[in-house]
C-alpha cells in the first residue's frame, strides 16, 4: 500500500506520517510531470509539488514536503522535512530551510539564508537575515513578530 498525506499543517502532516509509517505503508511523492530536476538533486518520499515550480541545481528537498505553484527555488537550497513552500516564493541561492518551516505566499529569500526550524515566514516578506528556530517574521524586510511557541503555523 502506498499513501501521501496533504495537509498544510506540518506538524500535523509529520504526526500522520509517523502513525501511518506504523504500519508499514509506503510514502510515494507526487511532482507535476513538467517538473525537471537536475541529477545534482533530490526529493525525499512523501513530497507533493506542484505545476509550475521552478528548481536549480543542487537543490535538496526533504520528506513530506508541500511545494505549491510557482515557486522558485535557486541553486544549492535544501528544504527541511515537512516545511511548506507556499506559491510564488521565491528562494535565491545557498539556503537552508529548517524542518517544518512555512513560507507563506510571495515570501522572498535572499541568497545565503539559514531558516531555523519550526519558523513562519509571513506572506509577502522578504527574509535578508537568518531566522532563528520558532520564529514568525513579516514584512519587508523581514523583522520578528513572535516566538512560534507551540511550533504550529495555523491556531
Known amino acids: 500500500m502506498e499513501f501521501i498525506v496533504a495537509v498544510g ?13 506504523s504500519f508499514k505503508l509506503n510514502y510515494i511523492k507526487i511532482i507535476d510531470p513538467a517538473f ?19 528548481a536549480t541545481c543542487n537543490v535538496h528537498i526533504g520528506e513530506g514536503c508541500l511545494i ?10 535544501t528544504i527541511g522535512d515537512y516545511s511548506v513552500v507556499s506559491p510564488n516564493v521565491t528562494i535565491g541561492g545557498n539556503v537552508n530551510i529548517g524542518p517544518g ?8 529569500i535572499r541568497n545565503g539564508i539559514n531558516i531555523g526550524a519550526n519558523s513562519i515566514i509571513g506572506m ?3 527574509v535578508l537575515k537568518d531566522v532563528k ?13 513572535r ?4 511550533k504550529r503555523v495555523f491556531r
Do not use: Q
Not at 133 to 145: E, I, Q, Y
Not at 147 to 150: A, G, S
Open 133 to 145: 528556530p520558532n520564529s514568525v517574521m513579516v514584512g519587508n524586510p523581514a523583522r520578528f513578530l
Open 124 to 126: 509577502g516578506a522578504v
Open 68 to 77: 505549491n505553484t510557482r515557486a522558485v527555488i535557486g541553486h544549492d537550497v
Open 101 to 108: 518551516c512555512y513560507l507563506g505566499s510571495g515570501a522572498i
Open 36 to 54: 525537471i530536476l537536475s541529477r545534482f538533486s533530490s526529493v525525499a518520499k512523501g513530497t507533493i509539488i506542484h505545476t509550475g515550480v521552478l
Open 147 to 150: 516566538e512560534n511557541i507551540d
Open 9 to 21: 499543517e506540518p506538524s500535523i502532516r509529520k504526526a500522520l506520517y509517523d502513525k501511518l509509517a
